[in-house]
């Protein structure tokens, strides 16, 4: 008995040494194998080194063109004494007296002094201001007033108001000038820039696009000698006579129409239109305007069958295409060169002119004295007839 508990004593001594000895290898074995390690991935950080903060935001072209053109962009204040109409004359009749008593005795004239304000901008070192003519035409005094705040007494040395350009002088150093562009090349779509100080607020820019071009004044309700750029930038009064300008800042036209009730509806006169008008102004204070005397319809085939079917119209319409004179003022230039009512013009100078318009513009650029060759349908008949320009008179003969 004593010797089976010895042997059931010694087997679990030999199990247990086993055990421990399994437990051992085991973990020798575990503390021998690589550990497993978990790496998260990589994030890049930002290179304090290489990083700058940002310092500047770099200007569009809109407030580019506005640097560089608003301080040669002025407003002009302009005054002008009007004298009330006295009463009429009957008033003073001895018999009306005698009935009225001095009831109504006349009342001298009374003056009054009406301001107005606009815009304008200068064109060369010598101060030359471009402005419109409504602005500153009966004015007896005018102020012009710099972005930098300056002030100077501006001295008007014309307006010409079938254009409404007009050029106001000042004296000053270091005037600050425009740079002029093209309004040649322009395209519906284009970017327009205009500066200006609509209801007395300085320096106000406004963006937009050139929305047509070639505009006649009887489509806009006035009454000029001017193809107008439309645009859409925000035009208000005070913006008269302030300059239109493209993406580069580049004056390419003369704001100075908006139609009252209606949004987006601007107009300019293009740039070549006004550095022609303000050069005569500044040489001799007038402009002279190539003059034919004639008046012209546009042909088209519509106002042919209108014509035709007039039993008043005093000749025969026989064109579909061209410009027709309807009147030519007797003793007028276009009289001695033997143009009549019913010609109908094709050519002017030797271009192409089939409408009322084009004969007008191509006539704006020639000077008085220019002897001008008019081509004419006639009769069925095909007629180049030459004549002399005249001064422009200062009212159209009636």
Do not use: C
Not at 70 to 93: C, H, K, M, Q
Not at 274 to 300: C, D, E, P
Not at 366 to 377: L, M, Y
């Amino acid at each position: 008995m004593r010797d089976r508990r010895f042997s059931y004593s010694r087997l679990f001594t030999s199990l247990a040494l086993l055990l421990t000895g399994v437990l051992l290898g085991a973990w020798a074995v575990l503390a021998g194998m690589p550990t497993a390690r978990v790496s998260a991935l990589p994030i890049d950080a930002p290179d304090t080194k290489a990083s700058k903060p940002l310092t500047t935001i770099s200007t569009n072209f809109i407030a580019e063109a506005a640097r560089l053109t608003g301080p040669a962009v002025v407003r002009i204040n302009a005054s002008r004494t009007v004298s009330s109409a006295p009463l009429p004359e009957v008033f003073n009749d001895p018999m009306f007296r005698r009935f009225f008593g001095d009831e109504f005795t006349p009342i001298p004239p009374r003056q009054r002094v009406e301001r107005g304000t606009g815009s304008g901008f200068i064109i060369d070192k010598q101060g030359d201001i471009i402005t419109n003519a409504h602005v500153v035409e009966g004015s007896t005094s005018v102020t012009v007033t710099l972005k930098d705040g300056r002030k100077f007494e501006g001295k008007v040395l014309g307006t010409d108001p079938l254009t409404d350009i007009a050029v106001v002088k000042v004296k000053g150093d270091n005037l600050p000038v425009v740079k002029l562009g093209s309004s040649a090349n322009l395209q519906p779509g284009e970017w327009a820039i205009a500066i200006g100080n609509p209801l007395g607020l300085d320096n106000t820019v406004t963006a937009g696009i050139i929305s047509a071009l070639g505009r006649r004044s009887g489509e806009i309700g006035v009454d000029k000698r001017v193809s107008f750029i439309q645009t859409d930038a925000a035009i208000n009064p005070g913006n008269s006579g302030g300059p239109l300008l493209n993406e580069r800042g580049e004056v390419i036209g003369v704001n100075t129409a908006i139609i009252e009730g209606a949004q987006g509806l601007g107009f300019s006169i293009p740039i070549e239109t006004a550095q022609r008008i303000a050069q005569q102004l500044i040489s001799t204070g007038s402009v002279k305007r190539a003059y034919l005397g004639i008046q012209m319809l546009t042909l088209n085939p519509e106002t042919k069958e209108r014509l035709k079917s007039d039993p008043n119209v005093p000749f025969e319409v026989t064109e579909e295409r061209g410009a027709l004179i309807t009147r030519v003022v007797p003793d007028s230039p276009a009289a001695r060169g033997g143009l009549r009512i019913g010609d109908v013009i094709v050519k002017v100078g030797g271009e192409e002119a089939l409408t009322a318009d084009r004969v007008q513009q191509i006539v704006e650029t020639k000077s008085v004295g220019d002897k001008i060759p008019v081509e004419v349908r006639r009769a069925g008949q095909t007629q180049t007839l030459i004549v002399e320009a005249g001064q422009f008179p200062r009212q159209f003969p009636q």
